[in-house]
């Protein structure tokens, strides 16, 4: 893994960022789910009042991916969590250690924060994510299922 570096991203990478969601939509067929723009970036991810954090991954000095993250907590556990909003490797990028770079940068914060997790989701389709997660040692959460308010159900609700 040579020549891997993460660094923490700050406002100045928020078109780079957008760069990358956009890979990542694109690669999970999402691409016309991207709301996001620069400037919503700048301001959710390194606004003052942003619980969210971003990392930057390159090769030899040229960028290649980016994770989002933040803490949650577990109940069970009294102690925070770690999780992973996002993960992406430019295409060409990819099977040069940089995602395992990046989830093994994560995984040290988690460890030096005092997390008891570091948990992510990932597409049932994803079968070289699942493969790659696997490899690690990560263990799917078959017995939970995600549920998601968003958009006019979200408001809707909220308002009821």
Known sequence: MSGITIRDAHPGDSALILQFIKGLADYEKAAHEVLATKESIESSLFGTDSTTKAVICSIDNVPVG????????????????????????????????????????????????????????????????????????????????????????????AQS
Do not use: M
Request: a negative charge; hydrophobic letters at 40%.
């Open 66 to 157: 980016f994770a989002v993250y933040f803490f949650n907590y577990s109940t069970w556990l009294a102690k925070h969590g770690l999780y992973l909003e996002d993960l992406y490797i430019s295409t060409e990028s990819r099977g040069a250690g940089a995602g395992k770079a990046l989830l093994k940068h994560l995984a040290q914060i988690a460890v030096s924060k005092g997390c008891g997790r570091f948990e992510w989701s990932v597409l049932d389709w994803n079968e070289p994510a699942i493969q790659f997660y696997q490899s690690i040692g990560a263990q799917p959460q078959d017995e939970w299922v995600s549920y998601r308010l968003t958009g006019d159900t979200l408001i809707r609700f």
